[in-house]
């Protein structure tokens, strides 16, 4: 069965301090994972996904498939990354894209 | 146009009423969902259709009834619903490809369901 485990429901850092925010994982098979992120009054939408390697909006994350983990990190937080993010995982295959979601993480950046 | 827009924002019903939320998109996905999330929980996903037709659903009690006429739109049909089932009810929508899985999923903005 697949889960994502999010272990922090809430984190605050002040502005230009580092943030990480942890996920793991279990899947039997090879999965996909995103973060996706809801900022206030916003809906919900795709931050990074780890197929794609990318940077957005300054925040990494990397796969690392031994540790089961798809942590997000940013050097140097700002005061508008105040959102709640959540991992999410899909499985290897599966067209439809459905996505199984962690229970998220509320960030706040203090000025 | 890149949005998905659900219909109607807020929605108060009695548990014998029958209403319906609506989900539209323009950007030609062909995989449609509805996903339920209850205050400060993650979304769970209830349905799935894929090139119109209903591909999942994961044991949804049969108050709950999907419905896509068409491409671009999906609705979801409510009858007799219980208390428990306030929550904001999201659509999402995401194009398949096949063999991969990495794609993006939109999100509307959700309608938030109150029963009384």
């Known amino acids: 069965a697949q889960r994502v485990t999010q272990p922090e429901k809430l984190l605050s850092v002040f502005k230009g301090a580092p943030v990480e925010l942890k996920c793991n994982y279990s899947y039997s098979g090879s999965p996909e994972l995103f973060w996706y992120v809801q900022y206030s009054r916003q809906r919900l939408q795709l931050l990074l996904r780890h197929i794609s390697r990318e940077s957005i909006k300054g925040f990494t994350a990397d796969l690392n498939k031994g540790e089961t983990s798809f942590h997000l990190k940013k050097p140097f937080a700002q005061e508008e990354d105040s959102a709640m993010y959540y991992c999410a995982l899909s499985g290897r295959g599966s067209t439809l894209g459905r996505l199984y979601f962690g229970r998220g993480t509320q960030l706040t950046v203090w000025p | 146009d890149t949005e998905v827009t659900q219909t109607p924002k807020h929605l108060v019903m009695g548990m014998t009423n029958k209403k319906s939320l609506k989900c539209e998109q323009h950007m030609g996905h062909r995989a449609m969902y509805w996903y339920k999330q209850k205050a400060k929980k993650p979304p769970e996903l209830m349905f799935v259709y894929s090139y119109e037709k209903l591909s999942i659903n994961e044991s949804v009690p049969s108050r709950f009834s999907p419905e896509c006429p068409n491409s671009s739109l999906l609705n979801l049909h409510l009858h007799a619903l219980q208390p428990e089932d306030s929550a904001l009810y999201l659509c999402?929508?995401?194009?398949?490809?096949?063999?991969?899985?990495?794609?993006?999923?939109?999100f509307g903005q959700g309608t938030r369901l109150t029963v009384v």
């Open positions: 999402a929508s995401s194009q398949p490809h096949r063999g991969r899985s990495d794609t993006e999923a939109f």
